[in-house]
């Protein structure tokens, strides 16, 4: 698939990339770079995002080039979604108009694209791009090392998660060696430039930490007030569970953030017995076996109940 994919883009002229709404600094590290690789082959390129991304991921290099909002209907050959195979994922009207190509690794991906490449193996879409870069044949350029490095570096927890390999890890190193960059910058970007904010959001959001089933589940909650309260912005929240899930003998750390009143996005993530995907499936949701999201209507004590009754089934 990884030739079919770089075949297509040696053909198109014109192409327009996006990836997933509320983005990460894997999908976004990611787009750039490979934004960055087919302008380097000469092609015209554009890319669009729903959804502006969150700080740090605005000082990613290169990051001016993102266009706000819609791809208009206009003339693209073909339009690269990375991580993101369906208009709600991309928050984009009409892919369906477009040849598209999905790159992504998460296993519930759609893969209803022209093209899908998924690869559930990495732990980041980053891994992917840098070898379409290698097939390709591009030069990695100290930028695209950067948001490659940055997209690896944060969706496999600066390589602590279970995701990583000895391949992100090899990757990783190739990045350093040939592109100029040192792996401190990336990280004191990414994870050392918290606002005052921000720490001040952890504290109120641990403050509502409740454990449940022998500690074995921990619940956490970002209420709407902590918004105003705080005067927050829209806010990168990875962190505070990182912190939830780091307590010792916890399988599984539920994060609610409330969206309006009786509804949440609820992220998971789990370690041991506990698979985060199965648990998301269970609410119509989705993701990887470690970290998966999903929608919830109701109140959060019905919610908390359903989920230990689903978590419980899997710790038997
Ligand atoms: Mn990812």
């Known amino acids: 698939m990884k030739k079919k994919v770089a075949e297509a883009i040696r053909k198109a002229k014109k192409i327009a990339l996006s990836s997933h709404v509320r983005p990460d600094a894997d999908c976004i590290g990611s787009a750039l770079a490979l934004y960055l690789m087919l302008e380097q082959l000469g092609k015209d390129v554009s890319y669009y995002n729903t959804d502006s991304a969150p700080f740090p991921l605005t000082s990613l290099p290169a990051y001016d080039v993102i266009r706000p909002g819609q791809v208009y209907p206009q003339h693209f050959d073909i339009l690269?979604?990375?991580?993101?195979?369906?208009?709600?994922?991309t928050g984009l009207d009409h892919i369906e108009k477009y040849f598209t190509i999905n790159i992504d690794h998460h296993a519930t991906s759609a893969y209803d694209s022209n093209?899908?490449?998924?690869?559930?193996?990495?732990s980041a879409v980053g891994e992917l791009i840098y070898e379409l870069g290698i097939e390709l044949g591009i030069e990695f350029t100290r930028d695209i090392g950067f948001n490659l490095y940055a997209a690896i570096s944060s969706d496999s927890g600066s390589f602590k998660y279970s995701n990583t390999t000895h391949k992100?890890?090899?990757?990783?190193?190739?990045?350093?060696?040939?592109?100029?960059?040192?792996?401190?910058?990336?990280?004191?970007?990414?994870?050392y430039s918290n606002h005052l904010e921000k720490v001040g959001m952890m504290e109120k959001v641990l403050s509502t930490l409740e454990l449940r089933l022998n500690n074995k589940v921990a619940f956490i909650d970002f209420k709407r007030e902590f918004l105003t309260t705080?005067?927050?912005?829209?806010i990168e929240t990875e962190d505070v569970i990182s912190v939830a899930r780091s307590i010792l003998g916890v399988e599984a750390t539920l994060f609610f953030k409330e969206i309006e009143d009786n509804f949440y996005r609820i992220s998971i993530r789990s370690r041991g017995r506990v698979s985060s995907q199965k648990v998301a499936k269970a609410f119509k949701g989705g993701g990887h076996d470690h970290a998966a999201g999903f929608f919830y209507k109701g109140s959060i004590e019905k919610a908390k109940d359903e989920i230990v009754a689903v978590i419980k089934k899997q710790l038997v």
Not at 230 to 234: A, F, H, R, V, Y
């Open 80 to 89: 690269i979604l990375i991580e993101g195979g369906t208009e709600d994922r």
């Open 115 to 122: 093209l899908n490449w998924v690869d559930p193996s990495v």
């Open 168 to 191: 992100s890890l090899w990757i990783a190193s190739q990045l350093v060696k040939d592109c100029n960059f040192s792996p401190y910058e990336v990280s004191d970007l990414l994870f």
């Open 230 to 234: 705080l005067s927050l912005k829209d």
